[in-house]
């Protein structure tokens, strides 16, 4: 299995990105798919989860902010990121199928 995470990017406070993560070996609907993200200087943590049956949860400091989601035909699983917060700067992180990861993506929240 394979995790591709793109998506990020810089961007100003109070704007939006939205990552990917598409995998190729294993199907999306078939597994739990969590977003971790990493701050300079800090652990690594989850931010959003999504079950196989398509439940969802997050983490507080996203809650009501982020979105995870999930596109069976392409299988690829999408984290849409609103009214980003300068703490919301860290290197994103796909995570499915038991012990996979995609490479991260870099999201820099700066004006």
């Known amino acids: 299995v394979q995790l591709q995470a793109s998506g990020g990017g810089l961007v100003q406070p109070g704007g939006s990105l939205r990552l990917s993560c598409a995998a190729s070996?294993?199907?999306?609907?078939?597994?739990?798919v969590t977003w971790y993200r990493q701050a300079p200087g800090k652990q690594r943590e989850s931010v959003a989860g999504?079950?196989?049956?398509?439940?969802?949860g997050y983490a507080d400091s996203v809650k009501g902010r982020f979105t995870i989601s999930r596109d069976n035909a392409k299988n690829t699983v999408y984290l849409q990121m609103n009214n980003l917060k300068f703490e919301d700067t860290a290197v994103y992180y796909c995570h499915a199928f038991g012990d996979f990861w995609g490479q991260g993506t870099l999201v820099t929240v700066s004006s």
């Open positions: 070996g294993g199907y999306f609907s078939n597994s739990p």
């Open positions: 999504l079950t196989r049956g398509g439940s969802t």
